[in-house]
């Protein structure tokens, strides 16, 4: 999933309790769910980053040594203005882009 074009808040906001709450119908299981979609979504974010990172990796013998990679500076940097993960989730959630179901409700 792209995350970068996401149209998440970078900063605070408030939102309206009765939309969070409103597909399940209890804020709390709303909760969860958003929780663990952000949970996925900080793991992706992550396993990318540290992907790329990895092309400017440089190993060297001493580690007094520190190399300052530009490039490396800048991939870093942009991963940091992304949205934070929490706020990409809500978003999805508030967009009704999150499937989710209670197995206990789908069993007849």
Do not use: C
Not at 17 to 28: D, G, L, R, S
Not at 74 to 92: D, G, M, N, R
């Amino acid at each position: 999933m792209d995350y970068k074009n996401s149209k998440a808040a970078n900063t605070t906001v408030t939102y309206d309790k009765n939309q969070i709450e409103a597909p399940t119908e209890n804020i709390y299981e709303a909760i969860t769910i958003i929780a663990k979609r952000a949970e996925q979504i900080s793991g992706d974010l992550k396993s990318e980053l540290v992907e790329k990172l990895e092309e400017f990796a440089t190993y060297t013998d001493s580690l007094d040594e520190v190399f300052e990679n530009k490039e490396q500076i800048e991939v870093s940097k942009f991963y940091e203005k992304l949205p934070k993960a929490t706020a990409i989730a809500v978003q999805e959630w508030i967009d009704d882009r999150i499937y989710h179901r209670n197995p206990e409700e789908t069993q007849e």
